[in-house]
């Protein structure tokens, strides 16, 4: 049998207590207005009949309510009380279950229920004006949900709150996961503003997609950006593959990769035994965009080994590194004339 802590369990039950007690001396006073409102009533059978109905549900109210306390006294005792398997959920302590192979199932009864267990956190005011909490998140149409949890709203106290509708936590295994049998989604996240998924990490992998067969991470978009990775001083996206292709793009009227930098490369090709890049394509191979100006840089810095096209299509090559670095111009042959070099 698992018991509570005694120091722990005192605490609750004086808390617990102290609400019923409340509730009591409310009820009371409500029994007592009932009592004078009839007696300064007409007398009707109707008004009589009313006042004994109001009456009367108010002493259930306040007999249920004693049984509580009773049962709050019993265990509040010099032993201190054991677990409650079998026994309802209360509001506002901790509820053990009896043993560790004990389960509490919530199962809707023969057919779907649009919602098993939703649990709702309303703040005390909202745009439709104080005290007015807003209308919780509405279910998507034709959807059955086992649990729903929400926030919404604001606080009273203009305290700062970091809404989270469902929070995970772990010392070192999953915080949370999502199954499913068959073609279905694991996670899926929505926003209509912000990010749907977002994945944050001191050291490790801020989101991280392992597969055997299908996508590790895919992303898709209508008209933005399927799949953004961004980094202060790290790698923003980095993929890798022990025998097929670490990061693969593909489009059907754009760019299948696109690499944009504000002071480094766009786009940056490395290995260790092969090749750096490879192009192919069938109208062209490499497409280098012409300069602004006509002639070699002459400012800046650059590196032996770069490539540049002025803005009249002539083609330089960097020798020596510098600030510009030496600049030779690279002498094409004129595919039309056989051994003649174009200036």
Known sequence: MIELNQQEELAQMRELLARQGAQIEALQGEITRMKQSQAAGNGSPKAKATGQSSRRQALQKMAG???GVALVGTASGAAPAKAATGQPLVIGVTNKPTSNADTTVLQ???NFMPTVFRVNNVGASSSGGPGVPPAPFPLPERTSVALV?????TDDFGRPTAKIGILGGTDDGTAIQGETKGQGVGVKGYSPGGPGVQGLSISGDGVNGNVSSGYGVNGFSNSGTGVNGSSNTGTGMQGASNKGVGVSGTGNMMAGVQGNST???GVLGNSTNGVGGVFGGASAQLFLIPGQVSGPPTTGQHAAGEFYVDSIARLYFCTTSGTPGTWRRVLLINSRSKGN???
């Open 108 to 110: 809707s009864p023969t």
């Open 65 to 67: 309510l004693a049984a």
């Open 263 to 265: 002071s480094g490369p």
């Open 341 to 343: 070099e174009t200036d």
């Open 149 to 153: 949890a929400s926030i919404v709203g």
